[in-house]
């Protein structure tokens, strides 16, 4: 089936139920709208091109991600007595969905 501009400006963001070993459960995330994504990606790359390091990325990232149950900025500090191991498993799940992740193009393609 061709495309038309209108379905593809209409097209709904995907979205994916993962396991979250560390909290014994799912969540469902979410793929972001470009203009949600490229904000991240500025937000994760410096002005050198290398990956920032700042070490409050992964919750952002988990915030940005994050469709069920949703999370906005206003929970990042009630964020922060979670698991840290879980918040960065979802993180990297929610990287790699949106094509974020250094090896996300392989994983896509079933190579990892």
Avoid: C, H
Avoid at 20 to 44: D, F
Avoid at 74 to 88: F, P, R
Wanted: hydrophobic fraction near 45%.
């Amino acid at each position: 089936m061709k495309l038309t501009r209108e379905a593809i400006l209409a097209a709904p963001l995907s979205t994916k139920e993962i396991e979250v070993p560390q909290w014994g459960g799912t969540v469902t995330i979410s793929e972001m709208a470009v203009g949600k994504r490229n904000a991240m990606l500025q937000s994760i790359m410096g002005a050198d091109g290398k990956v920032n390091v700042d070490p409050g990325i992964e919750l952002k990232l988990f915030i940005a991600g994050m469709y069920d149950p949703a999370f906005t900025s206003d929970d990042a500090k009630a964020l922060q007595v979670v698991s840290g191991a879980a918040v960065s498993y979802v993180a990297k799940e929610i990287m790699v969905f949106n094509g974020m992740a250094p090896d996300a193009s392989d994983e896509a393609r079933g190579e990892s």
